[in-house]
Each structure stands twice: as C-alpha cells, then as structure tokens.
C-alpha cells in the first residue's frame, strides 16, 4: 500500500511559479509510474503529467507543454511538479497518484494522495 501526500500549493499572482511535492510511503517507490492530475470547480479531474519510474519518460498534457515539467527523485520517493507561467485557468486541487503501467486515465491509478490547491489570481 502506497501512501502520498502532497503539498505545495497556495495562492500565486498570473505570471508566477510554483513547485508542488508530493512525498510517497508504505511502497517500492522506484517501481511505480507517477502521475499529477489536476481538478477545478465543477469540472472532471483532468491529466496533468506522467513520469515513468526511471525517469526516462514524461508525458504532458498538449496545452501544459512548456510550462510544466514533472520530475522525480527515487532516492527521496519524491514527485515534483515545477508549474511557470501559472494561468487563472490552472486554479485547481493537484492530485498525485501512482499506478504500473504507463496512462492518463485517472481512473487507472491505483494510489492517490489528498490533493493540494493551487489558486492563481488574475
């Protein structure tokens, strides 16, 4: 059982930056896919990014390309989310979540952590 808890988020200006953690426990951190997934007000929990467990593959969302980099470290059973640029539109509760296999279907993952809020004012 893996646990995650994330943090991280608060309240930024247009423009800004900021760099969500999340820290896993309870599993083989090196063995599992990470992903972020993000959720706003009234809409479906949406992909963010994924990162296979050697760090040799990312995936983001097209309309995040650029702004968002996911990394990972094994050696601290670490995921980081460093988000630039930061948009009213990206205002949401960020998820983590781990699962096996490569996807961006949240519904696939199997651990999720309590999320963080990030809220970006315009």
């Known amino acids: 059982q893996v646990q995650l808890v994330e943090s991280g988020g608060g309240l930024v200006p247009a423009g800004g930056s900021l760099r969500l953690s999340c820290a896993a426990s309870?599993?083989?951190?090196?063995?599992?896919?990470m992903g972020w997934f993000r959720q706003a007000p009234g809409k479906e929990r949406e992909f963010v990014a994924t990162?296979?467990?050697?760090?040799?593959?990312?995936n983001y969302l097209d309309s995040l390309k650029g702004r968002f980099t996911i990394s990972r470290d094994n050696a601290k059973n670490t995921v980081l989310l460093q988000m630039n640029s930061l948009k009213p539109e990206d205002t949401a509760l960020y998820y983590c979540?781990?699962?096996?296999?490569?996807?961006?279907?949240?519904?696939?993952?199997?651990?999720w952590g309590q999320g963080t809020q990030v809220t970006v004012s315009s």
């Open positions: 309870g599993g083989t951190f090196s063995n599992y896919r």
């Open positions: 990162i296979s467990a050697s760090s040799d593959s990312t």
């Open positions: 979540a781990a699962r096996w296999m490569y996807s961006t279907v949240s519904s696939t993952y199997d651990y």
